[in-house]
């Protein structure tokens, strides 16, 4: 069973960046396709981007341009490059698979984002 630990997450201005990590335990890491998610306060999840086993990538249209995942599997790690950062960035990132069935989720890492 994988296990995630999310980290990278701290306060920004607006258009500033940050690197998120998912560091990954367990078997299966490199066949998963792995997603990043995020969470503001009073709202839904809601998907970010993801990356097959492949490098393939997908992005939702509030990130896409401004966000790039990628992942290394012989580190079993994703990671999230987020540039130009908005306030509507604020929220708690967390990394998982990309569809069920989903690994336990993590803590997640908070990004604030100030003008």
């Known amino acids: 069973q994988v296990q995630v630990v999310e980290s990278g997450g701290g306060l920004v201005q607006t258009g500033e960046s940050l690197r998120l990590s998912c560091a990954a335990s367990?078997?299966?890491?490199?066949?998963?396709?792995m997603g990043w998610y995020r969470q503001a306060p009073g709202k839904q999840r809601e998907f970010v981007a993801r990356?097959?086993?492949?490098?393939?990538?997908y992005y939702a249209d509030s990130v896409k341009g401004r966000f790039t995942i990628s992942r290394d599997n012989a580190k079993n790690t994703v990671y999230l490059q987020m540039n130009s950062l908005k306030r509507e960035d604020t929220a708690v990132y967390y990394c998982?698979?990309?569809?069920?069935?989903?690994?336990?989720w993590g803590q997640g890492t908070q990004v604030t984002v100030s003008s």
């Open positions: 998982n698979r990309a569809g069920p069935p989903y690994v336990s």
């Open positions: 990356i097959t086993s492949g490098g393939s990538t």
């Open positions: 367990g078997s299966g890491f490199s066949g998963y396709t």
